[in-house]
């Protein structure tokens, strides 16, 4: 008999993917955790029954998490990745060269510990001396942090339990706070399709909090719509106006810098969200 | 009792859609034609199983396969769309003002009959005194004509069943010469994460047969992966580089000039479909 894993996205909506089986299943202190073996995606991190991350897909959005605002700075040293205990962010900072110090403030310590185990292509990199695992509330983390950060990147489950309060004004503005006076920052702000309101609340709010602020897209399969958004706020530096000598050869398989450039440009539907 | 019809876009993975009723089912002489009420995405159009357009994604498509070659041309008088019965090419193409004749050969009349009847906002302009609609095979009235068109657009299903002969460089080689001396030709290539051979053939076949070759990409959430491919073949004019003050203005909801542009700029493991 085969098992398939279905996740609605919407009410009316889903997706739905054939399981081989479930690798570890388990209600954390802050959500619950399945690891499936998927036959088209391999294995898969699922969180209160939505899709995080894939071993066949997730170099999208970790490469444009994670590559986009690296190379609209001109020398990232120390940065933060709030969320994204499966490790995914921290292996595409690391291949900066200029990276000194990745913090990652990961409020599941589950999550951590069943990526490594599971995931190991995704999260094999934790353990480099470069890196700060800190098992902690995110939120809290970057209350108490000032000027520390070149580049914070916002690697959060949907606004829905323990990610609620990365949705928020006062967290944005607790960002600016923890940012170096050229910090750039970055969260996934979800798709346009099914959550136009969260997008345009999510922009309003980073721009008044940040000079200059942009929305880029990617298409990443197993997310809601297949179109997903990222906003980036950004002190001085603009994403869109990095001059081409800064982009340097890097292996990767979605990211290229022109693609760096295009994925700002934007469907009318989405742009009209902006305004 | 809630009715979900699921497309299985791989053998292990799909989409889920919450259907409230069937408006029309019948095998035509050339596929299973079903129209679908939605709840989610409107009334959908379903052939083999396999969604063709929705009410509520269909702009994004119908859009993108238009504008992109019909801005990439200076002035299109006569176009052709083969296939694309439900009329949205169509209904794109009738925005630009220079066109003078657009001919429709579409294989399959009950395509055309039931999308006039349940997809109004798409198929509606049809009847437009410049449109020409002939049930016929695409193949054929490609094979017969030369030196005609100024843009040709292939609307086609997957390449099984009754588009199979349109994903061939012999189709290619007859498209080249139905256009005239400087004329652009697109056709829809698929999803490059589960048909990546497909991408592959269509393009090296593309580019033996035009001197510019060009792949773009849009995001459609109700189709496999969400991200979807356009194989652009032109005689002389290059797509990417369309002088700033021929695109106009044009009511649209995805298109953009800046998206025109940004299109081109692909995923580094597409792009590496054409090396």
């Known amino acids: 008999m085969a098992t398939w894993f279905t996740e609605k996205q919407t009410d009316s ?125 995110g939120f809290m983390h970057i209350a108490k942090s000032e000027r520390e950060y070149d580049v914070i990147m916002v690697d959060s489950t949907e606004p829905v339990g323990p990610a609620v309060n990365l949705f928020t004004k006062g967290f944005y503005e607790g960002i600016a706070n923890a940012l170096k006076e050229d910090g750039i920052f970055v969260a996934q702000t979800d798709n346009p399709w099914f959550k136009a309101d969260l997008i345009r609340q999510a922009y309003a709010d980073i721009k008044e909090t940040f000079p200059i602020t942009k929305i880029y897209t990617a298409n990443i399969p197993t997310y809601p719509s297949g179109l997903w958004t990222f906003t980036l706020g950004s002190k001085i530096y603009d994403p869109t106006q990095v001059k081409p000598e800064r982009f340097t050869d890097m292996d990767t398989k979605y990211y290229t810098s022109e693609l760096h450039n295009a994925s700002f440009a934007l469907p009318k539907f989405v742009k009209d969200l902006t305004e």
């Not at 029954?49 to 986009?68: G, I, N, Q, R, S």
């Not at 913090?103 to 995704?122: A, F, N």
């Open 13 to 137: 909506f889903g997706i739905t993917a054939k399981v081989n089986r479930s690798l570890h299943k388990e209600q954390t202190d802050f959500q619950e955790l399945e690891m499936l073996e998927t036959e088209e995606w391999g294995n898969m991190l699922v969180l209160d029954d939505m899709v995080m991350t894939t071993e066949k897909d997730e170099f999208v959005y970790h490469e444009m998490l994670a590559h986009v605002p690296l190379f609209s700075h001109p020398s990232p040293k120390k940065v933060l990745v709030v969320g994204g205990g499966d490790g995914g962010v921290i292996r595409e900072v690391l291949k900066h060269e200029s990276v000194e110090k990745a913090v990652l403030v990961e409020i599941d310590g589950k999550v951590i510990e069943y990526s490594k185990q599971y995931l190991p292509s995704i999260a094999g990199t934790l353990d480099d001396p470069r890196v700060d695992v800190q098992v902690d509330d």
